[in-house]
């Protein structure tokens, strides 16, 4: 297998959109699939009247299998737990989707093998509102599915691959807000916050954790990544259970150092986000 075929599994984003049998099917991982796509996400800055052109590469990686798929669109969103979820083209408020063309409308890949889609992007002249505007180009296949021993069961399962973008109007802002942070009640290895976002464009935030002892020498780290989108909020947790070097029963103080990374009212220089410390025994 290439290089260049195994970097698809990188940043592939992976999901089953239905079933055509009479139970549910949600594969693992996209090794299950074979397939991926990259870039998986697409960030763009826009202004009316603008063209632009985008390449999204779909891989096979399969040995021996060829896969054919047909590519679509549609609108997406995420959930306050951060879940993907998809709707038809033009439904939201939000939607670019009737500013895109794309060729070709299918792929058909043999194995360990790859091909290009092209995405045009018309930007209008009059846009009601500034800030992001989101689509996502699908890849969509059907495949037989497989019993206990690999044999072929008479199930279908359609699969689809996304390439999620961001299209974002300027002059706009990301204005993300923390709040919330508290270790869970029912789970003390659980770390939780509320992350609201009232800016119109998406907000990117990347950052540490820092687990202190008394004397204020990080003893432990763990990092933090979260996306939340325009007029969105979102529920973030972070697990402490498998950070290392940490006493039972030992009290600890955490801190954080996180940034917005999609800062458009800054030039898009990274910003600061306030995390105010918590408390933090040891179990």
């Not at 969103?77 to 670019?96: H, I, K, V």
Request: aromatic letters at 8%; hydrophobic letters at 40%.
């Amino acid at each position: 297998m290439s290089d260049k075929i195994k970097t698809f599994f990188i940043a592939s984003i992976l999901m089953c959109a239905g079933t055509i049998s009479l139970s549910a099917f949600w594969a693992p991982s996209a090794y299950a699939f074979g397939i991926g796509v990259q870039p998986s996400t697409v960030e763009m800055t826009v202004k009316p009247g603008d063209r632009h052109r985008q390449i999204i590469t779909i891989g096979n990686v399969h040995k021996t299998k060829t896969i054919s798929m047909t590519m679509g669109l549609a609108d997406w969103a995420l959930d306050d737990g951060g879940q993907l979820t998809l709707s038809p083209p033009g439904e939201s408020e939000r939607s670019s989707a009737e500013w895109i063309r794309f060729s070709p409308a299918s792929v058909t890949l043999k194995p360990e093998t790859s091909m290009d889609v092209i995405v045009e992007i018309s930007v209008p002249y009059k846009i009601k509102h500034k800030g992001d505007h989101r689509f996502a180009l699908l890849a969509t296949t059907l495949l037989p599915a497989t019993d206990e021993r690999g044999d072929v069961s008479g199930v279908w399962n359609r699969y689809q691959l996304a390439s999620l973008f961001y299209l974002t109007v300027t002059p706009s802002n990301s204005t993300p807000v923390v709040s919330n942070v508290a270790i869970s009640n029912t789970d003390t290895q659980l770390l939780t916050m509320s992350i609201r976002n009232d800016g119109n464009a998406h907000a990117r935030l990347k950052g540490t954790a820092y687990v202190k002892d008394k004397s204020g020498k990080t003893v432990a780290e763990a990092p933090m990544s979260v996306v939340v989108l325009n007029q969105g909020t979102r529920d973030y947790s972070l697990n402490l259970n498998n950070l290392e070097g940490l006493t039972s029963g030992t009290d600890y103080r955490i801190e954080f150092d996180m940034k917005n990374t999609f800062a458009p009212q800054n030039k898009f220089k990274a910003t600061k986000v306030d995390i105010a410390p918590l408390g933090f025994r040891a179990p």
